[in-house]
């Protein structure tokens, strides 16, 4: 049985509004990927960039073609706005005990907020998987 939350978050990335929920929908039916959580790190003061972060299955490799077939799939199937600027392997997507993920909070620990600004703990299903968008400084 797979459960997913929703999603609330909606980017914005050069004046065009893309809901997150239609980029997992066609990352997650991807070959190998089996969760993933994209992050925009632009700020009203400064551009930055669009993330994505991908949990593979344990028989998928991770490399260039498999990235470029992941980009090339995004810009067919979406648009070449919703392509991120990185993309980036991680082991689990922090999510609440609803099995919502948590985009907000994990944008304000790339921002750099501390991490008990960030998130209320005890709301995380999965509070290890926090760890990897900790910045060093924050700890």
């Known amino acids: 049985m797979c459960i997913h939350g929703r ?3 909606t ?6 509004r893309i809901g997150t929920a239609e980029l997992y929908q066609v990352v997650e039916s991807s070959p190998g990927v089996t969760d993933s959580l994209v992050i925009d ?16 299955a344990d028989d998928a490799v991770f490399d ?3 990235t470029q ?14 392509v991120p600027d990185r993309i980036e392997r991680i082991a689990e ?3 609440t005990h609803n099995g ?3 985009e907000v909070p994990i944008r304000r620990l790339l921002l750099g907020e501390p991490l008990d ?5 005890g709301a995380v299903a999965n509070p290890q998987a926090l760890l990897p968008f900790v910045p060093p400084t924050t700890r």
């Open 7 to 9: 999603s609330d978050a």
């Open 69 to 82: 077939v992941l980009r090339t799939t995004i810009r067919h199937e979406l648009s070449p706005r919703h």
């Open 11 to 16: 980017l914005n990335r050069a004046g065009i």
């Open 117 to 121: 600004h960030a998130v209320s703990l």
């Open 64 to 66: 260039d073609a498999f």
């Open 41 to 56: 790190t632009s700020t009203a003061d400064r551009p930055g960039e669009l993330v994505l972060y991908v949990c593979l």
């Open 93 to 95: 997507i922090p999510h």
């Open 100 to 102: 919502k993920k948590l």
